[in-house]
């Protein structure tokens, strides 16, 4: 892009001028010591000036690209503070994506579609999300749904924790039969014959989903690097520019980690990553984390990629599960011995931690342990920690997690999963899942994610809007106003709060001269939009260390250039990422309001004419043809 020598920025020959300088802009840069500015200069990835016009003028040179905001809302970068960005990115150019759907009749026509240029041997896969409440018809594709679309392609459709539906053909494909018996945690639902019907039940583990989830076909070399590198664009494409790595199933290290390892030395991440490790082989734990800790330190690596402790699990005895279509799981009653060591050898030996846990139960069991260590003098050492999720934790919980210095990363997995837990647990329940504003009023740092994307979307709109609404993807009110924050309180839990769970927030997070120059220009205001639009914003321009990861509208062709997506059958390649919904509508008294404004606005303009002598007077006299008597 071409110096822009609007506003009075002129370039000048100069030995210090900035690369880029954004102007014209509404910025919320998160810092308390000036949280408004019109304009921001970067030189080198870092941010140099940030003022008005005037103060960034002298930094204008010769090569210095100047963005014209154009008005429009500028916020620091987002930073989704439990993604699986790493497996995520492995798989998403394989993936029908039904994120922001509205309708099961289009889910269908699309899955019908993608079947017909699906080549043999491969599946047509819907991994994540969505969520049943989100559709008009509020319900699942039924088995018959999914064979009349696809009879002869292996389909299979995820549903948050709980389910999958499977067609005949990928039920060939996984090679389920008659004789197949049902995994520990999981039920393979059967017909009168006995016969596999082609729906999975999580019941309560979600292992059967993802075990029949890894039968598919996966992609190889190259094909990796490049379906990463566009999941890495379609999260720059909602301001993303940053993640916390959650680890999870099916992402071994160092085998599945190659990719963005690869992709950091050659300078083509255009997202920053902090990963996480999490011992995949139930027993084998202890010797898996012992091994790592003489591979790797914390924060080996660089501001694009680098390591962040252990987790999300540390042992599988200690790990809860989140189906809230099931009863809570009862752990069991000795995990903590196992548990113990675990977090011992972290300690001792400088690593950080998190640790899902949905329920108090588990909490409060794991809390337990730490305080044992902490009476040893051995936690926290030092070290951050953090829990994860925390739907149910207790108020005397997070005084204890206060005091033992831990932090919290909450998600939006009500959003999908909230009608579920109503129905177990209750309203009343639901109300405080998770008690959000009580960890704040502690003074927890609480970071916000999405924990996409096996269950989640990654828009990260979707979970600012259920933090300051409370409100699910079916639109079913959660938490009252006394549970939910303010906009700027949530936008700072997904910029300031994620880079303090990385030992980042000295350079990330706030938009201040010293700090990354990340940032996103946004399609809407988030500060004035209505609340249900909040959902429906993205990034026209996103920058991570001053580069342009993601231009569209005026800016569109600024970014850059990716390799096309492969394989050409990919859905991906087809129909996009995450579908752009309408947006909601207005209700009849704001449809009023406007229609008002817009009248009043259409007065002044005509009085303005008069008065200049543009328009007659008489010009001013209603005409209706109807009433011309």
């Known amino acids: 892009m071409s110096t822009m020598p609007v506003g009075g920025l002129v370039p000048y020959a100069i030995d210090d001028a900035a690369d880029l300088v954004v102007r014209n802009a509404k910025i919320h840069t998160g810092d308390p010591g000036r949280p408004y500015a019109e304009a921001l200069a970067i030189r080198d990835g870092v941010i140099t000036v940030v003022g008005d016009d005037k103060n960034v003028a002298p930094h204008v040179g010769m090569g210095t690209k100047v963005v014209d905001a154009l008005g429009r809302r500028v916020i620091p970068g987002l930073n989704d503070a439990h993604l699986h960005v790493i497996r995520g990115g492995l798989n998403y150019v394989l993936e029908l994506r039904w994120d922001g759907v509205r309708s099961l009749r289009q889910g269908l026509a699309m899955l019908r579609e993608q079947a017909a240029r699906t080549p043999k041997g491969q599946w047509v896969r819907v991994v994540g999300g969505w969520s049943a409440e989100q559709f008009a018809e509020g319900r699942l594709p039924t088995v018959a749904e999914l064979n009349a679309a696809a009879p002869d392609t292996p389909v299979f459709v995820l549903h948050l924790y709980q389910s999958a539906v499977m067609n005949r053909a990928a039920l060939k494909a996984a090679g389920f039969t008659k004789g197949t018996p049902d995994p520990k945690g999981g039920q393979i639902v059967r017909g009168r014959d006995g016969e596999p019907t082609g729906m999975l039940l999580a019941a309560p583990s979600a292992l059967i989903l993802y075990s029949t989830l890894a039968k598919a076909p996966v992609l190889e070399g190259e094909d990796k690097k490049t379906s990463t590198r566009h999941f890495l664009r379609e999260l720059n494409r909602f301001g993303l520019t940053s993640a916390i790595d959650a680890a999870g199933g099916f992402q071994n290290f160092p085998d599945n980690y190659a990719t963005v390892v690869e992709l950091a030395k050659a300078g083509q991440l255009s997202l920053r990553i902090a990963y996480h490790l999490f011992p995949q082989t139930p027993g084998q734990e202890i010797d898996d984390l012992a091994r790592w800790i003489e591979m790797a330190r914390?924060?080996?690596?660089?501001?694009?990629?680098?390591?962040?402790?252990?987790?999300?699990?540390?042992?599988?005895?200690?790990?809860?599960?989140?189906?809230?279509?099931?009863?809570?799981?009862?752990?069991?009653?000795?995990?903590?011995?196992?548990?113990?060591?675990?977090?011992?050898?972290?300690?001792?030996?400088?690593?950080?931690?998190?640790?899902?846990?949905?329920?108090?139960?588990?909490?409060?069991?794991?809390?337990?342990?730490?305080?044992?260590?902490?009476?040893?003098?051995?936690?926290?050492?030092?070290?951050?920690?953090?829990?994860?999720?925390?739907?149910?934790?207790?108020?005397?919980?997070?005084?204890?997690?206060?005091?033992?210095?831990g932090a919290m990363s909450v998600q939006n997995r009500l959003s999908f999963q909230g009608e579920a837990f109503v129905r177990r647990y209750g309203p009343v329940a639901a109300a405080d899942a998770?008690?959000?504003?009580?960890?704040?009023?502690?003074?927890?740092?609480?970071?916000?994610?999405?924990?996409?994307?096996?269950?989640?979307?990654?828009?990260?709109?979707?979970?600012?809007?259920?933090?300051?609404?409370?409100?699910?993807?079916?639109?079913?009110?959660?938490?009252?106003?006394?549970?939910?924050?303010?906009?700027?309180?949530?936008?700072?839990?997904?910029?300031?709060?994620?880079?303090?769970?990385?030992?980042?927030?000295?350079?990330?997070?706030?938009?201040?001269?010293?700090?990354?120059?990340?940032?996103?220009?946004?399609?809407?205001?988030?500060?004035?939009?209505?609340?249900?639009?909040?959902?429906?914003?993205?990034?026209?321009?996103?920058?991570?260390?001053?580069?342009?990861?993601?231009?569209?509208?005026?800016?569109?062709?600024?970014?850059?250039?990716?390799?096309?997506?492969?394989?050409?059958?990919?859905?991906v390649a087809h129909f996009g990422g995450y579908q752009v919904s309408r947006r909601a509508a207005l209700p009849g008294a704001r449809q009023a309001e406007l229609l008002g404004q817009a009248v009043a606005e259409s007065e002044q303009h005509r009085q303005w004419r008069i008065a200049r002598g543009f328009t007659p007077e008489a010009a001013s006299t209603p005409f209706d043809p109807c009433f011309d008597l």
């Open 298 to 405: 914390p924060e080996d690596g660089d501001e694009w990629l680098r390591l962040n402790g252990a987790g999300e699990n540390l042992t599988w005895a200690a790990a809860d599960f989140e189906n809230f279509a099931e009863p809570r799981p009862e752990l069991s009653p000795d995990y903590e011995a196992e548990f113990e060591k675990a977090v011992r050898l972290l300690m001792e030996n400088g690593w950080g931690f998190r640790l899902h846990a949905t329920y108090d139960e588990t909490i409060r069991r794991d809390l337990a342990v730490f305080e044992k260590l902490a009476a040893e003098g051995l936690f926290p050492a030092g070290n951050r920690w953090l829990f994860d999720h925390a739907e149910t934790v207790s108020a005397d919980s997070l005084d204890r997690v206060a005091a033992l210095g």
């Open 434 to 571: 998770p008690p959000i504003r009580a960890m704040l009023d502690r003074g927890l740092t609480v970071g916000a994610g999405t924990d996409a994307t096996r269950v989640s979307t990654y828009n990260p709109w979707v979970t600012l809007h259920w933090l300051v609404s409370g409100r699910t993807v079916g639109d079913l009110a959660l938490r009252p106003p006394a549970n939910r924050v303010d906009r700027q309180t949530a936008l700072a839990m997904f910029t300031r709060a994620g880079a303090a769970l990385t030992g980042e927030d000295e350079v990330k997070g706030v938009l201040r001269p010293g700090c990354y120059g990340d940032l996103a220009v946004l399609s809407e205001d988030y500060f004035a939009v209505p609340e249900p639009d909040i959902a429906h914003i993205e990034s026209l321009l996103t920058m991570t260390g001053g580069r342009i990861v993601y231009a569209a509208a005026e800016y569109e062709g600024l970014d850059e250039e990716l390799p096309p997506i492969g394989p050409a059958w990919s859905p």
